[in-house]
Every structure is written in C-alpha cells, then in structure tokens.
C-alpha cells in the first residue's frame, strides 16, 4: 500500500492558534512531479492547491494565512 499524505498548517493571529488538517495530496502530486516525492519537494505549491479544493468544498480558513505559518507532513497507511 503507498502511504498517504496530509498537510497540517499553523498559524498565529493576535492571540490565537489555528491549526487546519487539509486532506490528502496524493491527487495533486502529478502538477509537481510523478511521485510523493516530488510532492513533498513542492510542499508550498502542492499546499496552496489543497487550500484552493479545501475551500472550493465550502469550507474557510478560520483566519486569513498570515506571514507568521508552518506546515508539516502527516503520513498515513490507508
């Protein structure tokens, strides 16, 4: 089974945390390379397009991204 992946994005705002699980970017490896690799190589692009699916499903960011986020990688077996 090939693992899957997940971004989970930080951020501050004045005096709040936010903490966002975007899905799985394994559809979206193919823009940046063939494989989950090339994905994780990419992290930043590959985020920007799972914010863009993330709220064309409806869903919104609690607050707006500011200059002061990270994001790391969660791996799962399906």
Do not use: C
């Amino acid at each position: 089974m090939k693992p899957q992946y997940s971004i989970v994005i930080q951020w501050s705002q004045e005096d709040k945390k936010y903490i966002v699980s975007l899905p799985e970017f394994g559809p979206y490896a193919h823009t940046h390379g063939n494989t989950y690799a090339d994905a994780l190589n990419n992290g930043e692009e590959v985020m920007e397009l799972l914010i863009e699916d993330y709220q064309a499903q409806g869903k919104r960011l609690p607050e707006p991204l500011t200059t002061n986020f990270s994001f790391r990688f969660v791996q799962s077996l399906p």
